[in-house]
């Protein structure tokens, strides 16, 4: 390589071994350095590794090209070609096994002097050695050179050559090769096909040839420019890269007639391509010039049916070192790891790292693969992080059915798991709607339904100016106050908050006694305290404490209630205003700062926010004038859509104010599994057509599929349709007749007086017998079962032969609507299929086509084909 910059060679077998290669050969051994210094005389690689020159052959000059012997003994045998066409074997150092020695010296000499441009080892049979030279008119370009050959025409016995250092030497000259191919043509690149001891590919002048040695007359050749540095991938033996320029082009040699795939043209000429021994598709390219090595990570995506797709192609550059880099090499075992060389000889040891991939599933598990190793995240014991994220929790109240519950809707908070009060709240406020939607609509068929999902906020404007106030005596107090006179309006408000039942009965008697018997007792305290019966709220605090769970202090709360007064400068007074905000139960806070307020003055109780919104409510409509009601409302729906308070929905409720409210909600928390069945519950049309609900459902359709809760999603697109009939999909495939090509469904629902539909065709509908096997259209016959050989339209339990074992194909064990076993079932590659029952039974077993002429892979098209709905495997 006199004159030229070096190239760099690993050896084959011996892992910590290297050849540098320019106008003399240079062994070098690498040794890390990770727990001992640098040693005199080694030359630092990188980090953890040195190397130390071993020894030095400047025993053949003019060298082009370099090719080390791929068998383990000898182990430092080299071929070099030479700049007249001649290959010399050689060796670094000294190797005692006499086997060999005779190896060592031998030149193979073609008939015409000219450059030898390649060499190549046979992968399989160690002996031969291929070469390619320059082109000469009267010569071939290509010759394969046995180095034992024993025959007598081959050598030229004892003749004396002159060597570079002007001394003599007696060595055997092989002049004829065992094989001379590609007359009058140059070879400028060489590789031997692994796949086959006697194929050889070689980039020759104007083509890309494949030599089969057991016919030398005849060759398989396409035209091309990249004819240089053909290198065939070790993991994958079709597959073949060469380069021209710039550009670098990559073969498939069962499909030989053009490239693959050509890579992007870089704007340097190409010095060298080289694919990863230890990795699978990894072809690294160098640029003259250059300080950057290109690599070019080829992933095929596999076709059950044998149809190769263009791999995908990911492109990566990395930079071993800061100086122009000259030649590079792969190491043969450790993964990633190659050196480079500088044209001043700088070397360098460098690994390319791996590309993490990333991969989260849609259940949260975490993994990810970095070179061979695939990791996975595991969360700490004590974590429960996982529980409380969003996603885990719409999942298993997907699980547990929440949503679906459209009689007791008010159920659904206990599917959700009966923890979150927002959500408590929210269930409990679309069941009041539903319930007193259905009461008005059946008083009164109209309107006023729809302005009970309009919300409080709603209802509370439209009865503007026609409440007024009156005095009311307490229960067990002799004291008045002023309570507004209760209208229709009101009332309904009062009800929507769940204080009072159907009708117009104003008593709170049947909510107080559900609260007590849920144990809220300071709730059920306050609300008797609100209606102005003190002696009933200080029963119930008396019955919370003597109860087993109540609380002590509740009796000492009693006690202090039992002494109100009603002077506004008493002792009493003082101290409950002083003390109050130190209980802890708001509930008790605001019972004192009812008592202790001045008429019209309720702050301490309207604006205590750990109070539910729905008792605050019905208190402000007790006790508030309309002015004062309506500015209460307006300003409460503003603070909870700002907060995204799902007890809000009481106010605004299914109105765009309602789609606002919720929007924050699911920005807040990401929940679109609530905000989807909360928008379905009773929106009207316009609000269920703006574009975040649909993005809320369409998000949450997504999910579920994602989680492969397919009968899950299948479930929540029929309660969609049942509750906004719009959403309902139009027919997107149906079964057309081969001739006329006319839907059968639909010629048979233009008949209605023969009675004919859609499921007498094995497709829909009632499971009748009726044998219909012919298009109602053209009346042409219908096709074929591939299995039972009945025209379709029969059914299968009709069909010759069948026995009851087909009927178990059914999928569910309850009777359904439709026969599955009737149904129209085919490939869609193939175009073959038959009755779905029979098809399910076939492919039970097989993985092929029915047909017998037919080779398609039907079964395994369907990459979700072998998936198992996630609801099907939980514990």
């Known amino acids: 390589m006199s004159g030229t910059k070096p190239d760099i060679l690993w050896a084959p077998h011996q892992v910590d071994r290297f050849v540098v290669c320019d106008s003399e050969l240079s062994l070098y051994h690498v040794e890390s350095t990770v727990n001992s210094e640098l040693k005199a005389g080694s030359l630092r690689l990188s980090e953890d590794s040195a190397a130390t020159l071993l020894s030095i052959n400047s025993d053949t000059p003019y060298m082009k090209c370099v090719a080390w012997y791929l068998n383990y003994d000898p182990e430092c045998l080299l071929a070099v070609g030479q700049a007249n066409g001649r290959v010399v074997l050689t060796s670094l150092g000294q190797d005692h096994n006499s086997k060999f020695k005779d190896l060592i010296g031998k030149e193979f000499v073609p008939k015409h002097a000219r450059q030898c441009n390649t060499l190549a080892w046979n992968p399989l049979d160690s002996n031969w050695l291929a070469a390619g030279l320059d082109k000469h008119r009267a010569d071939f370009s290509v010759l394969i050179w046995d180095i034992c050959s024993k025959y007598t025409p081959d050598i030229v016995p004892m003749e004396k050559v002159k060597l570079s250092a002007g001394e003599t030497e007696t060595t055997l000259l092989v002049t004829k090769p065992l094989y001379e191919l590609g007359q009058n043509d140059a070879c400028l690149s060489l590789c031997w096909l692994p796949r086959d001891q006697k194929l050889l590919l070689a980039g020759m002048h104007r083509n890309l040839a494949i030599f089969d040695l057991r016919n030398t007359s005849q060759k398989m050749f396409v035209n091309t420019k990249a004819v240089q540095g053909v290198t065939v991938d070790p993991y994958f033996h079709d597959r073949v890269a060469s380069f021209y320029e710039g550009q670098v082009a990559i073969w498939d040699l069962r499909k030989f007639e053009k490239p693959v795939l050509t890579l992007t043209e870089q704007p340097k000429p190409l010095t060298k391509v080289a694919w990863c021994p230890t990795r699978t598709g990894l072809l690294a390219t160098l640029t003259r010039d250059s300080n950057i090595i290109r690599l070019y990570d080829m992933q095929h995506t596999p076709t059950p049916i044998g149809d190769e797709t263009e791999p995908t192609i990911i492109e990566r550059s990395v930079q071993p070192c800061d100086n122009y880099i000259a030649s590079f090499a792969w190491h043969p075992t450790s993964q990633n790891r190659m050196i480079v060389v500088t044209p001043n000889r700088t070397m360098s040891d460098f690994t390319v790292f791996e590309r993490i991939s990333l991969a989260w599933s849609p259940i949260t598990s975490l993994m990810w693969a970095c070179g061979r190793h695939l990791y996975e995240c595991t969360e700490e014991e004590n974590d429960n992080s996982l529980e409380k994220d969003i996603a885990t929790k719409m999942r298993l109240r997907a699980l547990s059915r929440y949503g679906l519950d459209t009689e007791q809707v008010w159920r659904n908070h206990i599917l959700a798991g009966n923890e979150d009060p927002q959500l408590k709240s929210l269930w409990y406020t679309l069941h009041f709607m539903k319930q007193y939607t259905e009461d008005m609509d059946q008083k009164s068929p109209g309107n006023k339904g729809s302005l009970v999902y309009a919300g409080i906020k709603s209802i509370v404007k439209s009865s503007l100016g026609m409440v007024e106030s009156s005095r009311h005596n307490w229960s067990g107090l002799d004291k008045q106050s002023d309570i507004q006179n209760l209208n229709e309006e009101r009332i309904l408000a009062l009800q929507l908050c769940g204080w009072i039942k159907k009708g117009m009965d104003v008593d709170v008697g049947p909510f107080l006694n559900s609260l007590v018997q849920e144990g809220e007792w300071e709730r059920a305290a306050a609300v008797a305290l609100f209606n102005l019966d003190i002696r009933r709220a200080i029963q119930i605090l008396n019955e919370g404490a003597s109860s087993e769970k109540g609380d002590l202090n509740l009796n000492v709360v009693a006690m202090a209630l039992s002494g109100y007064t009603d002077e506004k400068n008493s002792l009493w007074r ?14 008790l806070c605001v019972m004192f700062a009812f008592l202790t307020s001045e008429t019209g003055s309720y702050d301490g109780v309207l604006y205590e926010n750990k109070v539910a919104v729905r008792d605050r409510v019905a208190f402000a409509c007790k006790f508030l004038s309309d002015t004062q009601l309506n500015r209460y409302i307006e300003k409460l729906t503003n603070e909870m859509k700002e907060a995204g308070n799902l007890e809000g929905i009481l106010l605004t409720g299914l109105t765009k104010d309602g789609v606002d409210l919720m929007e924050s909600y699911v920005d807040r928390t990401g929940d679109v599994q609530t905000a989807s069945y909360c928008m379905l519950q009773g929106s009207p049309l316009d609000v269920l057509k703006d574009e975040r609900v649909q993005y809320w459902i369409e998000n949450y359709r997504n999910l579920l599929d994602a989680w492969r809760f397919w009968h899950k999603r299948a479930e929540f697109d029929i309660h969609r349709s049942k ?12 079964v057309s007749c081969n001739f006329c090509g006319k839907s059968i469904s639909y010629s048979c629902s233009t008949v209605p007086h023969q009675g004919r539909g ?24 219908l096709p074929r079962c591939a299995l039972c050989l009945i025209n379709m339209g029969t059914p299968v339990s009709s069909c010759p032969g069948g026995t009851k074992s087909d009927e178990k194909v059914d999928l569910s064990k309850d009777k359904k609507l439709a026969q599955f076993n009737n149904w129209f079932t085919w490939c869609h590659n193939c175009r073959h299929g038959g009755h779905a029952g029979h098809m399910l039974s076939w492919f039970r077993d097989h993985a092929e086509c029915p047909v017998s002429a037919c080779t398609c892979k039907c079964m395994q098209l369907d990459t979700t084909g072998n998936l198992v709905p996630a609801e099907a495997v939980q514990p």
């Open 574 to 587: 003082e101290m409950c205003s002083t003390l109050r905000l130190q209980l802890n139960n708001p509930y």
């Open 723 to 734: 509750l906004d009939p719009s959403s309902k999909p139009l027919a997107q495939v149906f």
């Open 758 to 781: 859609f499921s007498q065709y094995g497709v829909s509908g009632s499971p009748t017998k009726s044998k219909v096997t012919s298009c109602p259209g053209c009346r042409k016959p």
